[in-house]
């Protein structure tokens, strides 16, 4: 079956980088149509579509974030990572990452990480 | 930011029918993409739903039901139960400038 999960820092300090890496098992991101995405979660909010990469290493970004947002990925490693520059506060969120099929919804999920922003 | 809008809430009895709404544009729903559904259990992941406007992963009630009707879309739930209790989030695609990805505001179910 078809699993990911999310690691990386539980807390970083304003301006600095992040660096979040998905683990997935179940399927291959070198499957024509399959793509892996980051989505985030502030606290009480809503969720927050952030960047996804497909099969063929095509990449996509949130508008609002593309210029602190990098998507990559390692296909031998089963592993999508995700870094995000210049951290603030109002970046404290729940990251997850999930995986997405042609037809454009995420069907699986991971358990998402609490990352905090705060010195 | 989102670019779907939900209530915030809606509540009912157990038993009940309710229905949330999904409010887009031209440049998402209303330019034919697909919506999908999710259910978010405090302190869970998102749970796919519906996918494709109104399509029901194995597993998922048939209490659950989706449409998509011009600019919006809607997910109703037949015979309320306590167990749906949840926040639900509809998702689609936006062409607008940068095309991507986008989710609804949310809307918390609270069941009476």
């Known amino acids: 079956q078809i699993t990911l999960k999310e690691s990386g820092p539980t807390l970083v300090k304003p301006t600095q980088t992040l660096t979040l890496t998905c683990t997935f098992s179940?399927?291959?991101?070198?499957?024509?149509?399959?793509?892996v995405g980051w989505i985030r979660q502030p606290p009480g909010k809503a969720l927050e579509w952030l960047a996804l990469i497909y099969w063929d290493d095509d990449k996509r970004y949130s508008p609002s974030l593309k210029s602190r947002l990098t998507i990559t990925k390692d296909t031998s490693k089963n592993q999508v990572v995700l870094t995000m520059t210049n951290m603030d506060p109002v970046d404290t969120a729940s990251y997850f990452c999930a995986h997405r099929i042609p037809a454009a919804h995420f069907d699986y999920w991971g358990q998402g990480t609490l990352v905090t922003v705060s010195s | 930011q989102s670019v779907l809008t939900q209530p915030p809430s809606v509540s009912g009895a157990p038993g009940q029918r309710v229905t949330i709404s999904c409010t887009g544009s031209s440049s998402n729903i209303g330019a034919g993409y697909d919506v999908h559904w999710y259910q978010q259990l405090p302190g869970t992941a998102p749970k796919l739903l519906i996918y494709?406007?109104?399509n029901r992963p194995s597993g998922v009630p048939d209490r659950f039901s989706g449409s998509k009707s011009g600019t919006s879309a809607s997910l109703a739930i037949t015979g309320l139960q306590a167990e749906d209790e949840a926040d639900y989030y509809c998702q689609s695609y936006d062409s607008s400038l940068s095309a991507h990805y986008v989710f609804g505001t949310g809307t918390k179910v609270t069941v009476l």
């Open positions: 179940g399927f291959s991101l070198s499957t024509s149509g399959v793509a």
């Open positions: 494709g406007n109104s």
